[in-house]
């Protein structure tokens, strides 16, 4: 089996990739998805985020890089295993911008010096949107207290790919169907 390390490399190697070759390193990605397992033992507790590369157009792939690489306020999520549900963690220094996006949401809360949390989802295991034949943990964000304005459209699914190492792709409901938005992971603090 390939240690969490090699798996790591792969990732990331494969996100490098994209900025070269989009259409290969997005094949990597997803390749590296569908050796992924249904995480265990079930996720519980704070996570570490990273956005690896959107999966959007070559155009706004760029752009994203771009924006993303100076600025991004996500930093991972929690997740409480015996609830089956969980929110994002981001830093205080995207507030402002949440506030005029999603003017009327009330759900932000502190989550420590410099970050809060924010978007609940609730989690639920089954078949992959895209890998049918993959069990994931699906995060599903389509929850009342979501702000309406694209977060409620928005279906994460989670991979494990190595110890306390998780492959996530995130779903985005547009124009009547599913598609790949963005590939990201999480580590175990």
């Not at 995207?94 to 420590?112: A, H, N, Q």
Request: glycine share 10%; proline share 5%.
């Amino acid at each position: 089996m390939i240690t969490t390390q090699d798996l790591r490399a792969d990732v990331l190697q494969a996100a490098q990739l994209v900025k070269r070759d989009r259409k290969a390193g997005l094949a990597c990605l997803n390749a590296l998805f569908n050796q992924g397992t249904l995480p265990s033992p079930a996720l519980n507790g704070h996570y570490q985020g990273a956005l690896l590369t959107t999966s959007v157009n070559p155009f706004m792939d760029a752009l994203s890089r771009a924006l993303f690489g100076l600025w991004l306020p996500w930093k991972g999520k929690t997740l409480d295993a015996a609830a089956q549900s969980g929110d994002n963690i981001f830093t205080n220094d995207g507030l402002w911008l949440s506030r005029l996006v999603f003017p009327g949401y009330k759900g932000t809360i502190p989550d420590g010096p410099g970050r809060s949390r924010a978007l609940v989802f609730r989690t639920t295991l089954g078949a992959g949107k895209d890998d049918p034949g993959l069990r994931v943990l699906k995060i599903d964000y389509d929850l009342e207290a979501n702000p309406s304005f694209v977060v409620r459209d928005v279906l994460d699914e989670l991979v494990q790919v190595g110890d306390g190492y998780y492959l996530g792709k995130a779903h985005l409901h547009w124009q009547g169907r599913w598609r790949c938005a963005a590939y990201f992971t999480l580590a175990s603090l």
